[in-house]
């Protein structure tokens, strides 16, 4: 606690007219020095701040994905016993976590047993942030005393950044490995597909006994045979291509690769064969059934963010050694889902050259010209998404699909809409 020097100007003042009285023989003139004396005993009788207070930190989800906004609340109650008049917090926010709506600073007052609350919207970037103690300030009616701490909070104290994604619709390549994705062919399954007439051998629980009991031939009941597909997650991360956002938050790098991260993750659990690569830093994961696919994703991944090679990007010749690479690895009949943000034209050469060599292309791609917080972008951001769109209709042009994520909307929504728009949703989407 510490005094402010705020009234000594009134007893100069009441000091100055006292003598003058006195000197005048005008003891009327006494009355007037009451006035700044006044002024001073209440300084001195306001007495210290109370700063009894308890002070609580909700969130409305302490494991957003990246992009989605998170609104913080501070409830803050006091449990003494006198008014706290003039009480000021500020939120010890990470340094690294940018406040995009409201302030994490608060001025109020709190009545004795009352509590006030003050919310707030921060923007986490891929990772998990620690809250600190906020600064608290309280100062008495008069502002003569004021008494400053940092007290321990109860309730959230962590946010950990993450992107669920959690299916993509996949065209019909598949190998002969029962998975989720349904063909045109019977087979074993659970959806019915065909009745034929019977065979020797043919399983007796396949025999239609309906139809026998009314016709009295025998029939086999064929269902819709479902195989897993092959794919490999492809993520950019090549030097010069990855833009900040227009919010603050994850980079484009970071969505794309966790994006591709949880995708992958859901790939498996869907019974596919499923893999992983990079364009510069060279990992590649060979396609799998098994969860260890994705620990190894996960390892590689860890290396690679922690130490980033600078490569440059040699034009259309490395792009094509690039490519050339890319097939040599890639199996038979293996689909590509390509995460990028699309912000050159040669990822657009890339997707072309990989379509010219038969491959199914799928692009996700989140668009980092858009604001959540839904302010018009600047001039340049608006000519870049502009020529971002132009490359999106390129690629559609070359019979890819395309998930524009708009980085204001989850990415289950623009997942839903490229796949009503192109009819393709057979796989359906359950991303948060």
Do not use: K
């Amino acid at each position: 606690m510490s005094r402010v020097s705020r009234w000594e100007g009134s007893l100069v003042v009441a000091l100055f007219v006292s003598l003058v009285a006195i000197l005048l023989g005008a003891p009327a003139l006494l009355l007037l020095a009451i006035v700044p004396l006044a002024y001073v005993f209440v300084g001195v009788a306001s007495g210290t701040p109370l700063a009894d207070l308890r002070i609580e930190r909700t969130v409305d989800d302490d494991r957003p994905r990246p992009g989605q906004p998170v609104r913080v609340t501070l409830s803050v109650t006091n449990e003494g016993d006198r008014v706290c008049s003039d009480v000021r917090i500020v939120d010890a926010v990470p340094d690294a976590v940018p406040v995009v709506e409201g302030t994490a600073t608060v001025a109020t007052a709190v009545r004795p047993d009352e509590t006030v609350t003050h919310e707030y919207t921060v923007l986490p970037p891929r990772g998990t942030y620690r809250f600190g103690s906020p600064r608290v300030r309280a100062r008495n009616l008069v502002a003569s005393a004021v008494t400053t701490v940092e007290p321990a909070v109860e309730g959230t104290s962590a946010l950990t950044c993450e992107t669920v994604l959690d299916a993509f619709s996949l065209e019909d390549q598949t190998i002969r490995y029962v998975g989720r994705a349904p063909t045109d062919d019977g087979g074993t399954g659970i959806e019915f597909y065909a009745a034929r007439e019977y065979r020797h051998g043919d399983p007796i629980n396949r025999i239609d006994w309906h139809r026998l009991a009314r016709t009295g031939e025998l029939a086999t009941i064929e269902h819709r045979e479902e195989r897993a597909v092959t794919m490999v997650f492809l993520v950019d991360d090549r030097v010069g291509v990855h833009r900040e956002s227009l919010s603050g938050g994850p980079d484009s790098y970071d969505l794309t690769l966790y994006a591709a991260s949880r995708g992958l993750l859901a790939s498996i659990e869907d019974g596919n064969r499923t893999g992983f690569a990079t364009l510069n830093d060279d990992i590649w994961i060979d396609p799998g059934a098994d969860t260890t696919v994705y620990h190894r994703v996960g390892e590689a991944i860890d290396e690679s963010t922690s130490a980033r090679r600078a490569v440059a990007d040699g034009g259309s010749r490395a792009r094509s050694r690039m490519v050339v690479e890319l097939e040599e690895r890639l199996p038979r009949n293996a689909q590509v889902v390509f995460c990028t943000p699309l912000t050159d034209g040669a990822a657009v050469d890339l997707i072309e050259e990989l379509r010219l060599r038969g491959r199914t292309v799928t692009v996700l791609s989140p668009d980092m010209t858009t604001s959540v917080r839904g302010s018009r972008p600047e001039l340049g951001a608006r000519i870049a998404s502009l020529q971002r769109q132009n490359r999106i209709a390129t690629v559609r042009g070359l019979g890819s699909t395309v998930v524009d994520w708009d980085l204001a909307d989850p990415l289950s929504v623009d997942l839903v809409r490229a796949f009503q728009r192109t009819g393709q949703g057979q796989a359906g989407v359950g991303a948060r």
